[in-house]
């Protein structure tokens, strides 16, 4: 291994991972706790470093050898003080200086942001957005994310929460509401959140399926899973669904080529694995309102980091200075 590695932590609400990663974006060992969970924020800073100072040992590397430590956590943060202003699922973080701790016990400078902002950097640093200087990253799954890169850097707005595209609102006369309480919002009908009540309501309207609906069912196990199993077996209620969030998903592609034109937008997240049934489908719909209006061809293109794109894409953060 290189003298010299990257460190990327993700802290998520029910994992925190801890990867060491090449400079060339290869991930050379990692570790995944869920014993975090419940935690006050100084026990998770303290189980963090324990973490990276074995990972270290274990790959014969010590702290010495750390270029850089990124950490991407599940929340909203105050991105030049580093301070949490938000964290989903795990409580006692409003507020807490986390890269002032976790740098306290480090040499190497440490980069904390949200996770959404790391996946799209660990993008364009080592995965689909190499080659571009303007990148927009969104992240499909429970909920909905994204990451702006501009002229190489990330664009992070005044506080750090600029490319929040899930609250952006895309339906504004549905009754779907998103968790932050607006109605309309991209998460509220096109997300994992969404899935239980736009499944209810698209069995309500007497779309069939072998799946989902019928006497007792509980539409909370409504999940991403069931619906890839939907598509494969062809089934009507699952297909309507994956063709309603592509619409919106290709509505939101569309305003952000608007807003940035920019080179690429690059998809990632755990819906995307419903395939080309689902992506195809964002990209004709973003193509064809986006028509004559798009002078040069922007590259719309799936995620390829892969399954560590969380640790991965933390580490990286770690080079945006760089
Ligand atoms: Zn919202």
Redesign the pocket.
């Given at each position: 291994m290189s003298k010299e590695v990257l460190c990327g932590v993700d802290i998520g609400g029910t994992k925190l991972s801890i990867g060491l990663v090449h400079a060339d974006g290869k991930l050379a060992d990692s570790i995944t706790m869920h014993d975090h969970v419940g935690k006050e924020p100084d026990q998770i800073v303290a189980q963090t470093v324990e973490g990276i100072h074995s990972l270290l040992a274990k790959n014969s590397l010590s702290a010495d050898n750390l270029r850089g430590i990124g950490v991407g956590t599940a929340g909203h943060l105050r991105y030049r003080d580093g301070i949490l202003i938000t964290m989903s699922n795990l409580r006692g973080f409003e507020g807490y200086p986390l890269r002032e701790r976790l740098q306290q016990s480090f040499d190497a400078p440490v980069a904390v942001d949200n996770d959404a902002n790391a996946q799209a950097f660990g993008e364009f640093k080592y995965g689909s957005g190499i080659g571009f200087e303007n990148m927009i990253f969104m992240t499909l799954s429970t909920q909905i994310g994204s990451g702006i890169v501009l002229d190489g850097r990330l664009f992070r707005g005044m506080t750090g929460t600029a490319g929040e595209i899930?609250?952006t609102i895309v339906e504004p006369s549905t009754d779907l509401t998103?968790?932050?309480?607006?109605r309309g919002?991209?998460?509220?009908v096109a997300s994992g959140v969404a899935l239980p009540h736009v499944s209810r309501r698209k069995a309500a309207s007497g779309i069939p399926s072998k799946l989902v609906g019928g006497e007792g069912f509980d539409y909370s196990t409504v999940t991403g899973e069931l619906i890839l199993k939907g598509i494969r077996a062809a089934d009507p209620l699952c297909i309507s669904i994956v063709e309603d969030f592509a619409d919106y998903i290709g509505i939101a592609c569309y305003n952000v080529f608007q807003i940035f034109n920019p080179q690429a937008i690059v998809l990632g997240g755990g819906l995307m694995s419903w395939g080309d049934i689902f992506f195809d489908k964002i990209t004709a719909r973003f193509r064809s309102l986006a028509g004559s209006m798009m002078y040069e061809d922007v590259a719309v293109r799936k995620a390829s980091v892969g399954r560590h794109s969380g640790v991965i894409g933390a580490a990286s953060l770690a080079l945006e200075d760089a």
């Open positions: 899930g609250h998103c968790p932050c309480g607006n919002c991209l998460i509220a």
